[in-house]
């Protein structure tokens, strides 16, 4: 099979991206790379990424699994909470 | 809708809620099923295999009208080493001979639709997508819910709202789930078509093939890899252990796509076409992270309450989660004839759960997350066993060692008397 990036395996998805607000808080100015690094590796979706010693994070491709809150919780994500019914990702097939 | 009361408000429309909404509506209760997804189903990821035995003691013979995809005939598991794989396989006309023994592949868009439909048929309404914000506690009672700004209240709640229990967590039921307690699962469903997939699979008809592995996907982490025959299509995913992602540099995207370029995978995939992505946590730290079940008006089941197994060769969290949600049901059925929701009536739930197989297996596999996180099972064996079988199957007209002795050896050589004796003690531990 051809290799997939993540945008591509993201775009395979339906989803409903609440555009005006992010169901999970992080503290972008987060300075512990060990820390950095756990949820660069963990996160299905890559919604962190840490480029020029800055981290990022964007929430649009969340698949919702929760795995950063339990590995960051009260350290880089400051608050994880469900999207609104209505929003996030719908799995037609799961 | 504020001043009306339901009998019960159940939150969560996965398997564990529509199951106990099936019961309840049946027995002629006002029940309430909220869930945040657009539809039953639309958050919801798993493996792919599902035990029949505990939704044939809700709807007899299932099978022969919901969504399955294929039944499961074959089983296969394989230790994993950067080439190669050492493969366990079983097939036999003793598998899913049965409705009570059947185990189904299945997908949870399609099936929690469909048990959603059929809690409503029983007289169930059914909410979504409302999020549920919080539960309405008064004088430490339990007594309904918050959601979009509007409060319903119930003589009981029922929590079904998965491993993620973020309402349980509100009110000091249970704690926040820590990396050792949790993996995370993600994967992907990749479309090949019925005809090529029983081809491939040495599969005839509606025939299915569950498939894990242990080893080269998460690359010693602890983890595995999984491959579930859907109709058309194959569920192929990894499971990674939360507080072990880091003992190597792969992400956990790198390890699905590591797992589907192994060459015992790749071949199978060939002209496949990926049509979805999910992740989703699994618990598996087993009897140790289950917490409180019940409180006063409220009851925990499924994934919200721990009830899974994760034992390296088959992952079970979905029968669990439907007996709970039937026992939960029973529970409340008792309470309402009693008249009284206080934790003290609604302990029967617990006295449910302990004599049901879901403590039984939990307890007889306890062991087992000690012996997850023995790293050789996940860094060693495999590699001992490709060994092994690597001299077995290769015939080069060398002179060499029995394979008893070279099995011998290749142990001795990797592995101290003392870790021996300490790693078949957790063996036995196990048991
Ligand atoms: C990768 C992976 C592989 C697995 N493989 C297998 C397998 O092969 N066999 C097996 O038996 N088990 C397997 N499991 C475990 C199994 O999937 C779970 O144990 C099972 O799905 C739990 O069901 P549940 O009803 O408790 O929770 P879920 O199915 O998670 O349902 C919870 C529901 O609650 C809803 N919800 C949550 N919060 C709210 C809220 N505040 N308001 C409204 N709704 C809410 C969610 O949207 C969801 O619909 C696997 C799990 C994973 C992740
Ligand atoms: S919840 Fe899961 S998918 Fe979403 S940002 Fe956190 S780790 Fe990534």
Redesign the interface.
Known sequence: ?R??T?DD??G??KFNVDESYSHIDVDLDYKDEAEI??L???????CYKYEDGKLLFAHAGC?????C???S?GKIVTAW??????F??????? | MSEEKLDAIIVGGGLAGCSAAIVLAKAGLEVLLIE???YC??????GGRLYGHSLEKIIPNFAEIAPIERVVKKEQVSLMTKDGALDIGYRSAKLSSEPENASYTV??????TWLAQQAEEAGAMLL????VDKLLVEDGKVVGVE??GDQLYADVVILADG??S?LAQQIGMKP????HQ?A?G?K???RLGEDVINERFGLRGNEGVSWLSCGDPSDGNFGGGLLYTNKD?VSVGVV?T?SD??HS?????EM??RF??HPAI?PY????K????????VPEEGLAMVPELYRDGVLLTGDAAGFCINLGYTVRGMDFAIESGRLAAEAVLRARELGDFSAQTLSYYKTLVDNSFIMRDMKQYKGFPTLLTQRAIFEDLPEIADDIAGKLFTVDGKPGDSVIMYAVNLIAKRTSARELVDGITKILEAF
């Open positions: 099979m290799k997939m993540i395996k993201l395979l998805n690094r756990k660069l590796l963990a996160c299905p979706a890559e698949l919702e699994c929760g795995t809150r339990v590995l919780h909470r469900h999207p609104n019914g209505n996030g990702v719908q799995f037609r097939h799961g | 945040r997804g657009d189903g639309a958050k919801n990821m798993t997908l949870r868009g399609e099936f929690d979504a997508p409302i999020l959601a979009t491993v993620n973020l926040e789930l820590e990396p949790v995370v993600a992907e469903v990749i299509s990674a939360l992602i880091g540099d792969l992400s956990v995207p699905l796509d589907k370029e790749a995939l060939e002209g496949g990926s049509i979805e992505y999910s992740a989703h946590l």
